[in-house]
């Protein structure tokens, strides 16, 4: 499914700034599994995320999707591959078009777009459905500017977006991070729905501990650009967010904050 051979991309290389962001970094996800990733802040999480989007090309390593290097596909020719959900409530949907609107355009994802965005009524019938199973009522606002909705609703909508096509790869990049409690446990609940009855391929990004722990059948922990820690489902279902501090207080040099990891 997705298979990430020794990649490596470093910003600002050969200068004083220079950033080695990932570092010879392997890992392989087979056909449904929903891996975590935790971390602490400049660990590579969100750069892996961008690496296999396309959004920053690798230095030197192969990233493979269905067994078809990628390496060298610009973003908007890997969305047919690929759907992902941004910690910024704002970033995955268009805020001036109606909520069917986006959804037309998230169904076009990786197709040749025209300059219209027509619709039928079997069409806007689909939409009602899928949008009834976010419980939140927006099958009643197809015509409501996505702007008007709330962090929460535009977030649950994203969500409903990215898995719309059956992507090959779902991508989360914290993205309960910006919510309050209440809309972020509504969000990560409509996660595990939408991951578990779509079969999707999924790599999530979180600094929330129990929430890398209740999700997914796999975890990983990075460090300055590594996986320096891999927990397989039978571990994983062992592991407690103690646990998991323990493993990082291993790991040499590194100095963490409990409580920004569990933010």
């Given at each position: 499914m997705l298979k990430i051979d020794r990649i490596s991309k470093t910003f600002f290389a050969g200068t004083v700034n220079e950033r080695r962001a990932l570092v010879e970094l392997d890992l392989d996800l087979s056909e449904g599994d929903f891996v975590t990733v935790i971390g602490s802040n400049g660990a590579g999480?969100?750069?892996?995320?961008?690496?296999?989007?396309?959004?920053?090309?690798?230095?030197?390593?192969?990233?493979?999707?269905?067994?078809?290097?990628?390496?060298?596909?610009?973003?908007?020719?890997?969305a047919k591959y690929i759907g992902r959900v941004f910690q910024d409530p704002m970033a995955g949907t268009a805020p001036n078009l109606t909520i069917e609107q986006n959804l037309a355009l998230?169904?076009?994802?990786?197709?040749?777009?025209?300059?219209?965005?027509?619709?039928?009524?079997a069409q806007r019938e689909r939409f009602r459905t899928e949008l009834e199973s976010l419980e939140l009522g927006l099958e009643k606002r197809l015509p409501a500017k996505v702007g008007l909705l709330s962090g929460g609703q535009r977030q649950?909508?994203?969500?409903?977006?990215?898995?719309?096509?059956?992507?090959?790869?779902?991508?989360?990049?914290?993205h309960t991070a910006a919510l309050d409690p209440q809309r972020a446990a509504l969000v990560t609940d409509l996660t595990e729905r939408i991951v578990q009855q779509g079969g999707l391929t999924t790599l999530?990004?979180?600094?929330?501990?129990?929430?890398?722990l209740r999700l997914g059948n796999r975890l990983i922990m990075m460090h300055e650009g590594r996986i320096v820690f891999q927990a397989s489902a039978e571990q994983k279902r062992e592991l407690t967010v103690p646990?998991?501090?323990?493993?990082?207080?291993?790991?040499?040099?590194?100095?963490?904050?409990?409580?920004?990891l569990l933010t």
């Open positions: 999480k969100s750069t892996l995320l961008n690496a296999i989007a396309g959004r920053y090309f690798v230095d030197s390593g192969v990233i493979e999707i269905d067994g078809k290097k990628v390496n060298r596909l610009k973003e908007f020719q890997r998230a169904l076009r994802r990786g197709q040749r777009r025209g300059l219209g965005l027509a619709l039928g009524s649950a909508l994203s969500l409903l977006m990215s898995g719309f096509t059956h992507p090959r790869i779902l991508l989360l990049d914290e999530m990004v979180t600094h929330n501990m129990e929430q890398a646990r998991l501090l323990e493993e990082f207080s291993k790991i040499k040099g590194a100095s963490f904050d409990d409580r920004a």
